[in-house]
């Protein structure tokens, strides 16, 4: 039943997905005598984690029960007391742990914690399913920089646009839709100001209630957003970021006025060093990134090994034409081909959205 239990657990995560970063959104189900007498999940930064929410919920039957958390107890202080302190004290039982939390501040102490005080602890269940679900969290700690999701439509032939640019509409209203979703689940919507400029795009999410709206991320390596963009006129209403590297000054007071943030980072002519874009966004404590770009920046992203998930977007057309997707990058063989794993399709009406983790 420990695998059960720790799938419920998952299912009470799903509910802070997109709503708790930089925490990673945690899962958490106490059950005493096969009864599940509590449930939780991490609540917006700053406030409870999920161990703690399943534990008000059981009130006095935590004593003596089991807890079931998807990712490993925090043992320090941080913007919350230590988990370990208020689970010991409830008097739980035993612990089953999905996995541990790779962050140094944890990392297995909050394990010893809780065995240091005489409760059964179990670790290591459904651990890649888990680690799937908290791979936004987990690629930061790992890789020192957020996760970065790769989103595209095409047609059946592999064309992103018609031969005179046209591009809308590719994918129909429940892929564009389901889109909107992987806005509300992330931290950031980027995006190249050519995109922003040819498209008018808003980089928001919209269509879901209750929602945590993402930071919208322009990269204008010499500020040539136009000031009338919808994305612009709305800086006030949704957050704004344009990252550039150089500028003159009464653009950027002007961009300012309407509610804009700029950041300068490390570029050269028409393009900004995406490692430092990277690590600029990941001081920001912002994890996870959907890029809506255009060719020219996917390619770049692609060329650096910087994409981390695809989200394929299949309409139900053959264009034909000169507007291949990644039509510059060329990996010479066969044999040479980045290769996705984990694939999985979803029929969205009549389009197929293929989801897959490069392997470089």
């Known amino acids: ?65 089991t807890l079931y958390v998807t990712m490993e107890p925090c043992c320090h202080y941080g913007k919350t007391p230590p988990c370990t302190d208020a689970i010991i004290k409830a008097g739980i039982k035993r612990v089953v ?45 790992d890789k020192k920089r957020p996760f970065v999701i790769w989103k595209t439509a095409l047609t059946l032939d592999g064309r992103y646009a018609a031969s005179d640019g046209s591009s809308k509409w590719i994918s129909n209203s429940s892929s564009r839709k389901f889109v909107h979703r992987i806005r509300s689940q992330v931290d950031v ?18 269509g879901f209630k209750n929602i945590n709206q993402p930071l919208r991320v322009v990269l204008d390596p010499n500020l040539q957003i136009n000031m009338q963009s919808a994305l612009v006129k709305s800086a006030k209403d949704f957050p704004t970021l344009i990252m550039y590297h150089s500028a003159d000054h009464e653009t950027m007071m002007r961009l300012k006025d309407m509610g804009v943030e700029l950041q300068q980072v490390e570029g050269k002519d028409d393009t900004l060093n995406l490692d430092a874009v990277l690590e600029a966004i990941y001081q920001r404590n912002l994890n996870s990134i959907l890029l809506e770009t255009g060719n020219k920046l996917s390619e770049s992203f692609w060329q650096h090994n910087l994409i981390d ?9 053959i264009l034909g034409g000169d507007k291949c997707s990644l039509r510059n990058i060329d990996r010479g063989g066969i044999n040479k081909a980045v290769e996705l794993s984990k694939i999985r399709f979803r029929r969205l009406g009549d389009n197929v959205m293929v989801v897959g983790y490069p392997q470089y």
Do not use: W
């Not at 420990?2 to 998952?10: H, I, N, R, S, T």
């Not at 742990?97 to 005489?118: E, F």
């Not at 919507?189 to 919209?206: I, K, P, Q, W």
């Not at 998930?309 to 057309?317: A, D, H, L, R």
């Open 189 to 206: 919507v980027l995006a190249g100001v050519n995109s922003v400029n040819m498209d008018d795009a808003m980089l928001n999410a919209r």
């Open 1 to 65: 039943m420990d695998k059960y239990y720790l799938k419920v657990a998952m299912r009470n995560a799903e509910k802070s997905r997109g709503k708790c970063s930089p925490n990673p959104f945690v899962g958490a189900t106490i059950v005493k005598d096969g009864k599940i007498v509590g449930e939780g999940n991490t609540q917006p930064y700053g406030q409870d984690h999920a161990e703690i929410v399943a534990l008000k919920e059981a009130k006095e039957q935590a004593q003596d029960a």
């Open 97 to 141: 742990v999905g996995i541990l939390d790779p962050n140094p501040d944890v990392s297995g102490k909050g394990v010893q914690t809780l065995k240091d005080a005489g409760i059964e602890v179990s670790v290591g269940y459904i651990e890649e399913e888990i680690q799937e679900q908290l791979e936004y969290y987990l690629c930061c700690i």
């Open 309 to 317: 998930k695809c989200y394929i977007f299949y309409g139900n057309k």
